[in-house]
């Protein structure tokens, strides 16, 4: 379950909380952004089943993302990709000089999924979170042109709090197909079990979920005390991103945790003026710094 989260896997629409954030981008970034987008979707989606699945389900899943892997080695040398997706990605990947390691962490992060949905501690799970979703982030500042070296820090915290709010929200939609991604000591120290998830909301339950959330705040608040001034500008869609993100978090956290009765959303007039809010703050900083280092004698 990496960090793709979208209604359309087959257009970027307004129904994703990517959306708004890419508004703000000029359209060659833009361009290549959404190119990542769709390639990162597609390998998500070769391993997209249910843990009840056959053996040999599994077994066409491994072959269709080795087929990905060498799909993505088609896009860094010279040959030409096979697919949609790696035909949009390769030019940018020339233009933008985007790395390659990422790519490869995220195909191990989604493989990790034909494997175990199960993570003892936190520890296993934060390295899951930097697989599928962090990488995203360290590829993207690539496209935005950022230049501080704390800049990956800064992706590397913001995509693990965009990864535990997917998995505090999908809950009962992983449970749907056999999977927890909440640590396993964690659910010990709140006395919950599967069983206890399936039947929803419980006090144990709450305060289990209560944990998660404030893991996940933290890593907002990283991310927060990370971000370069002078990349503050060129992190705008970032910053967009996350705030839709910790909007959610907020909203389960208004709702006392009750991710069970229907999926948590922002709605989509509330996504855009988030965006618009992030960007206007973000540019009337931009002002301020600008006309305080021009007083600077």
Same mark, same amino acid.
């Given at each position: 379950?990496? !960090?793709? $989260?979208?209604?359309?896997?087959?257009?970027?629409?307004?129904?994703?909380?990517?959306?708004?954030?890419?508004?703000?981008?000029?359209? *060659?970034?833009?361009?290549?952004? @959404?190119?990542?987008?769709?390639?990162?979707?597609?390998? %998500?989606?070769?391993?997209?089943?249910?843990?009840?699945?056959?053996?040999?389900?599994?077994?066409?899943?491994? &072959? /269709?993302? $080795?087929?990905?892997?060498?799909?993505?080695?088609? !896009?860094?040398?010279?040959?030409?990709?096979?697919?949609?997706?790696?035909?949009?990605?390769?030019?940018?990947?020339?233009?933008?000089?985007?790395?390659?390691?990422?790519? $490869?962490?995220?195909?191990?992060?989604?493989?990790?999924?034909?494997?175990?949905?199960?993570?003892?501690?936190? $520890?296993?799970?934060?390295?899951?979170?930097?697989?599928?979703?962090?990488?995203?982030?360290?590829?993207?500042?690539?496209?935005?042109?950022?230049?501080?070296?704390?800049?990956?820090?800064?992706?590397?915290?913001?995509?693990?709090?965009?990864?535990?709010?997917?998995?505090?929200?999908?809950?009962? @939609?992983?449970?749907?197909?056999?999977?927890?991604?909440?640590?396993?000591?964690?659910?010990?120290?709140?006395?919950?079990? %599967?069983?206890?998830?399936?039947?929803?909301?419980?006090?144990?339950?709450?305060?289990?979920?209560?944990?998660?959330?404030?893991?996940?705040?933290?890593?907002?608040?990283?991310?927060?005390?990370?971000?370069?001034? /002078?990349?503050?500008?060129?992190?705008?869609?970032?910053? &967009?991103?996350?705030?839709?993100?910790?909007?959610?978090?907020?909203?389960?956290?208004?709702? /006392?945790?009750?991710?069970?009765?229907?999926?948590?959303?922002?709605?989509?007039?509330?996504?855009?003026? @988030?965006?618009?809010?992030?960007? *206007?703050?973000?540019?009337?900083?931009?002002?301020?710094?600008?006309?305080?280092?021009?007083?600077?004698?």
């Amino acid at each position: 379950m990496a !960090c793709i $989260d979208v209604e359309d896997p087959k257009a970027m629409s307004r129904d994703t909380n990517f959306y708004y954030s890419f508004l703000v981008l000029p359209p *060659s970034k833009r361009r290549a952004v @959404i190119a990542v987008w769709d390639f990162c979707r597609a390998v %998500d989606d070769a391993v997209d089943l249910e843990m009840t699945q056959s053996e040999a389900d599994t077994t066409q899943c491994v &072959i /269709e993302l $080795d087929g990905w892997r060498r799909e993505l080695a088609r !896009c860094f040398d010279n040959r030409a990709p096979q697919t949609v997706q790696g035909v949009q990605l390769k030019p940018h990947i020339e233009r933008f000089g985007l790395p390659r390691q990422p790519f $490869d962490d995220l195909l191990d992060g989604v493989g990790m999924d034909l494997r175990s949905c199960r993570y003892q501690t936190f $520890d296993n799970l934060y390295q899951y979170c930097l697989r599928v979703a962090s990488t995203v982030g360290l590829i993207c500042i690539e496209i935005f042109g950022c230049r501080s070296p704390f800049t990956r820090d800064y992706a590397v915290a913001l995509g693990v709090a965009l990864q535990l709010t997917n998995i505090i929200r999908d809950v009962p @939609i992983d449970l749907k197909r056999d999977r927890v991604y909440l640590p396993t000591d964690d659910m010990r120290r709140f006395g919950c079990t %599967d069983d206890d998830l399936r039947n929803g909301l419980s006090e144990s339950v709450r305060a289990l979920l209560a944990f998660e959330c404030e893991r996940a705040r933290f890593f907002y608040s990283k991310a927060a005390a990370m971000l370069p001034v /002078e990349d503050t500008n060129r992190l705008v869609a970032a910053e &967009i991103m996350g705030a839709i993100y910790l909007s959610i978090l907020k909203r389960i956290e208004q709702r /006392e945790y009750d991710v069970f009765s229907k999926v948590v959303k922002v709605p989509r007039v509330h996504r855009a003026k @988030i965006a618009a809010s992030v960007w *206007s703050r973000t540019m009337l900083r931009s002002l301020v710094r600008s006309a305080s280092l021009n007083r600077t004698p």
